[in-house]
């Protein structure tokens, strides 16, 4: 079974500074990974995805997130965050099986960006 | 972008009684799924479905049954509602790829 682990539960950085948001899976096979934020009081919304092709995958709103098969992670940057990217970030596997796909998700990262 | 609706949107009821929270997506996907999201544990799937009728068993389904009635609607019914399923509860659809797409959530609260 699939499973994904998010180290950092809360992570605080200031406005301006770079962010890095962990995230470390467990897949026998290719994964197809996601990063989906959630604003407060709101749905989930995907940042970005990978499946295959270059490690590093752009996202919206200039986060990118890349890949490492080696080290099975999959990890969340962005150069410069801003006040309005405080949320709280998930990462997810997706695993198919004979009824489709299921998504596994991490217990996710509340990200706060402090003035 | 797919559209996905939840109602309602807060709900409090009392323990033992009867819930449905519905969700309708309105671009045609295949799958759709109910997750529960908790501090601390992330989202948990409950139930999904990958067409009318049919319905798979998920990760957390104690407790909840479901009922896909049409492409469009996917509803989660909680016959005997109990304080341990206080939570925020997620619907969400797919076209049968990986990509789910989120509804705005349901808050519900059992007394």
């Known amino acids: 079974a699939q499973s994904v682990t998010q180290p950092d539960a809360r992570v605080t950085v200031s406005e301006g500074a770079s962010l890095q948001l962990r995230c470390k899976y467990s897949?026998?096979?290719?994964?197809?990974l996601f990063w989906y934020v959630q604003y407060p009081r709101q749905g989930l919304q995907m940042l970005l995805k990978y499946y295959s092709g270059d490690p590093v995958v752009q996202g919206v709103n200039g986060f990118e997130a890349e890949f490492s098969k080696s080290d099975s992670s999959f990890h969340l940057r962005k150069a410069s965050v801003h006040w309005s990217d405080s949320a709280v970030y998930f990462c997810a596997v997706s695993a198919w099986g004979g009824t489709g796909s299921k998504l596994s998700f991490g217990k996710g990262a509340k990200l706060t960006v402090s003035p | 972008e797919a559209a996905v609706t939840q109602s309602p949107r807060n709900k409090v009821t009392v323990t033992g009684g009867n819930v449905t929270l519905s969700c309708r997506q309105t671009n045609s996907h295949n799958y759709m799924y109910w997750y529960r999201q908790d501090t601390g544990h992330g989202l948990r799937l409950i139930h999904y479905s990958y067409g009318a009728g049919n319905l798979q068993i998920g990760d957390v389904p104690d407790g909840y049954k479901a009922t896909r009635t049409t492409q469009e609607d996917f509803f989660l019914l909680l016959e005997l509602a109990s304080p341990s399923q206080t939570s925020l509860y997620f619907c969400?659809?797919?076209?049968?790829?990986?990509?789910?797409?989120f509804g705005p959530g349901t808050r519900l609260l059992v007394l």
């Open positions: 969400a659809s797919s076209a049968g790829g990986a990509t789910q797409y």
């Open positions: 897949y026998s096979a290719t994964p197809y």
